[in-house]
């Protein structure tokens, strides 16, 4: 591939990420019950408190970690 080419498949790349990445919050935001499935949040802390079903998919956060309820806190340490 040239450069240019390479440069433009990167940056497609990038976008359908971010896509997914709000594609997986907004369905989160859509299950809040989720949140109440244990899973790691951001920095490395234990959310929730009921086990998980034994279904294999992932619930609770995204791909990159992010979760309903690091949304809430961060929104409370802005204030």
């Known amino acids: 591939m040239t450069g240019r080419v390479a440069r433009a498949w990167r940056a497609f790349q ?3 990420a971010g896509q997914l990445e709000l594609q997986e919050r907004l369905a989160l935001i859509n299950r809040p019950w989720e949140e109440e ?5 951001p920095g490395g802390a ?3 408190h ?4 034994a279904d ?6 995204t791909r990159s970690g992010w979760c309903p309820g690091a949304r809430g806190a961060a929104s409370v340490s802005k204030s």
């Open 14 to 16: 990038g976008f359908l």
């Open 50 to 53: 009921l086990t998980p079903p």
């Open 56 to 61: 294999g998919r992932r619930r609770s956060v």
């Open 37 to 41: 499935f244990l899973h790691w949040g």
């Open 46 to 48: 234990l959310h929730g």
